[in-house]
């Protein structure tokens, strides 16, 4: 989407195309361990310190990136997806939060809320792994509201990308899930 900000013509982020490789990464989580998302496709030399290690049957991948911790909307969201914590979280799917807050911040907010799935850091380098998906509002120095289901084999198979004052509907996800 292009919009006119000021005189200035400013492309809002779109993600990552369904159908494509999702783009790998090693973010740390609310306890200092490694994710990576390639250990989660199953088959890949686990490190053993982010205890996804692939087993070679890969899971299914819910991505979600959120703006901030601690926000309004945000919060709302991530309660959302811990109340229905079972739809997201089996043998088969793992889901992941990803902010550009530093780990310190989602220590503490994922204690505050509850939140026992992984919250992951973008803090440094800034916004990497949310501009490799599409994200990265360069203005506003955080992600978008993007989520990704990625299958076993690391494809995208859905994707929604909501501006930063728009929640997500999280039934969406769930039959994301379901068609996979």
């Known amino acids: 989407m292009t919009g006119t900000v000021a005189g200035t013509a400013r492309t809002t982020p779109k993600g990552i195309p369904v159908g494509s490789q999702a783009p790998d990464f090693a973010l740390k989580d609310n306890h200092g361990r490694t994710v990576r998302l390639s250990e989660l ?21 819910v991505l979600v990136f959120y703006p901030f911790a601690f926000t309004g909307v945000c919060t709302g969201e991530l309660h959302a ?39 992951l850091s ?21 992600a978008l ?8 084999r690391g494809v995208v198979r859905w994707s929604v990308v909501n501006g930063l004052p728009d929640a997500r509907d999280l039934d969406e996800y769930v039959k994301a899930l379901a068609a996979l």
């Open 122 to 142: 973008d803090f440094w380098p800034h916004g990497e792994t949310s501009r490799a998906y599409g994200i990265f509002d360069e203005e506003k120095g955080c």
């Open 81 to 119: 997806l811990r109340d229905e914590l079972p739809a997201f979280v089996n043998d088969d799917t793992q889901l992941l939060a990803v902010s550009t807050d530093s780990i310190h911040t989602l220590r503490i907010f994922a204690e505050q809320e509850g939140l026992e799935y992984p919250l």
């Open 41 to 61: 496709r199953g088959g890949a030399e686990g490190d053993g310190n982010g205890g996804f290690e692939g087993d070679g049957d890969g899971r299914n991948v």
């Open 145 to 152: 509201r993007g989520t990704f289901v990625i299958d076993k």
